[in-house]
């Protein structure tokens, strides 16, 4: 598994690891206009290190949305883009909102 897209986020894999205290779970985005959250939660037994934009996955987990479907994740590194959009009223780029 190279990319993952989840909504108007994009997980692509790395070589790089992350560092950090190990975490169960990470909220890499929040809805700005439903208020939900992207969220990235450990299977039991895993970790994830790093933040909402670049971590390792060591062992399993699953990122959640309640408006996406259930992404299951392997372990590896992933950085973290935010889709953008060209606004052609304002003449600049913008994150899309979800």
């Known amino acids: 598994m ?7 986020i994009l997980f692509s ?17 929040e809805g700005e206009v ?9 299977d039991v037994g ?4 790093g933040d909402k934009t670049h971590f390792t ?17 392997q372990s590896g590194s992933y950085v973290v883009s935010l889709e953008r959009e060209y606004d052609y009223a304002e003449e600049s780029m913008r994150q899309v909102v979800d």
């Open 2 to 8: 190279k990319n993952v897209r989840q909504g108007d």
């Open 13 to 29: 894999k790395t070589e790089k690891t992350a560092e950090g205290k190990p975490q169960e779970r990470i909220t890499i985005a």
């Open 34 to 42: 439903t208020g939900h959250h992207h969220v990235l939660v450990a």
């Open 46 to 49: 895993s970790k994830i290190i």
């Open 57 to 73: 996955i060591k062992g399993t987990a699953k990122l959640v949305h309640p408006e996406h479907d259930t992404i299951p994740m």
